[in-house]
């Protein structure tokens, strides 16, 4: 392989990292419950985009989350790390409150292509102050279960579809998402 190649095949490598890796971490409003289906390649990434409704109030949310899973040997669960971002509009206050939530979650695999899942995440950075400006917080704690349906594109690739059933338990509110996400093994 020439220099010209191998410069080029790094800079595609480069790429690949910040649109999977990098990217998701400033630009990502929940859970997936994808995991990965191959026996060999255990590691699974996704991003995804998601939408939902808080029940307990007239409000309403968008946003994204990229994700890390990882599938245990020899068993069909998984384990991950999510970074989440979600832009929450509270119709009757007429407020607009933007969140970036840190989460771990579990899945099992039902099927080749059902998995459900439960997670647990913590507000870390959001703009509900005076400025509406990012700053760390003390965020809510909030937790969901989750049911994924996979359609695989190819061996290593899938889209996701799922539902979450979700519980802020700090706010003592419940709140219900879908989301689509696309995701690979590693």
């Not at 929940?30 to 007239?58: M, P, W």
Request: proline content about 2%.
């Amino acid at each position: 392989m020439n220099k010209h190649n191998l410069e080029k095949n790094n800079f595609f490598h480069i790429c690949v990292l910040s649109l999977f890796f990098i990217f998701p971490l400033f630009v990502t409003a929940q859970l997936t419950a994808n995991i990965s289906r191959s026996k060999e390649q255990k590691s699974f990434v996704s991003i995804a985009t998601s939408y939902g409704q808080v029940f307990q109030r007239d409000a309403w949310f968008y946003g994204f989350s990229g994700e890390f899973s990882r599938r245990l040997d020899k068993v069909p669960i998984g384990l991950s790390g999510s970074l989440m971002w979600e832009r929450e509009k509270d119709i009757e206050k007429n407020n607009i409150v933007s969140t970036f939530t840190a989460a771990i979650t579990g899945s099992y695999l039902i099927s080749d292509r059902w998995s459900v899942g439960t997670g647990l995440g913590k507000g870390i950075i959001d703009t509900d102050n005076t400025q509406k400006n990012y700053k760390f917080t003390d965020g809510d704690w909030s937790t969901a279960i989750f049911f994924s349906y996979q359609i695989p594109l190819t061996d290593r690739s899938s889209i996701g579809l799922s539902t979450s059933y979700e519980y802020n338990m700090s706010a003592n509110e419940t709140s219900f998402s879908i989301d689509i996400s696309y995701g690979f093994s590693i």
